[in-house]
């Protein structure tokens, strides 16, 4: 295990409904030392991209995104979440489904932070069905910078998102794949980065996501 | 000037309506460097305070929040806003009028992250009429916890929570403080933090907060 999954089986707790609580340390109280140690193996992943700017969204992910940009030494944007588009200027909107709140929210980033000499990386807290990184990768995609990589805190690896990103190409990099979970026992059932990928049984939830003009 | 209020000047830009929009380097894109600074010069001005927690309120606080955690080696815990009350758990709330929004938002702690030993420093972007600061303030008290003191990047100096919060006794401490605002010449006047402060005739907009139990 390394040293996110050895914190997850120490302060995590898993609840029914495969839903697992990590706010002790990381999205909502956040260990500031663990989120340097994120940091610095993000940048360990991706050392030979020529990352300038970090892209995250509100509002778990822009902790993690701030301290791992201190080894990046690059800016962070992050991308405001609204269902409504009320932001002056000229903005890249993606819709984005939520599947835990049911609704569809609009993801939004200033045009002017985003440009094709930008090489991205993309930072966040949790991916599970992916859908607010696909509206990340869009946006990215739309201004005509570069996905350079992502980087994923905790992913859960029984739902699609995982899957679909790297099946499109993408460097996904997370420090926590979760392929099990049991609520009654709290065991957790990590995914051993170090074989290739198998095949396996995932949910599929497609996103309708899509990018305005 | 200092460095905020150099950069200010550089990069902010003034609106109608007194607004500052400081978007390319605190609250949409950061600037981890700056952020760093502000960082080590709320270190500075707080050094003889026993502060063993940071807290903070999504969604452009956390950025701030967490370079400056590195200063005091600290956690930081972030407040979430939310119109409805939907977490799970037991809850500190606070309700907090959105003069911007024209709304009640829900200030929300889980109590596990706050306890009468905290010792919080409260870390926020922006002070204008200092309602969800007000908000923060009552949910640490609510906690038993104590508020050692309040670090803000920018104070709208010509707005009343500044005053009010100072005249409850806080340590309050502004990076920088706009007394006024010019949107056609784009000037941008800061307050003197050097001078005694003067009575001014700031705009009173008293908040509807209370905590909930």
New interface residues.
Partial sequence: MNFLEERIVKDGVVKEGNVLKV??FLN?????KL??QMGAEFKRRFADKPINKILTI??SG??I???A??HFD?????A?KSQSINLDGDMYVAEVESFTHKCINHVI??Q??LSPEDHVLIIDDFLANGCALQGLIQIVQSSGATVEGIGIAIEKGFQSGGRIIRNLGFQLESLAIVDGMNAETGEIQFRDQSKPAEESGQTEEICRSSTLD
């Fill in positions: 706010d002790s909502h109280q956040m260990d500031i989120l340097d509100e509002a822009i902790g995104a701030c301290i940009a201190q690059v800016p962070v944007v992050f405001k980033v200033a002017k932070f």
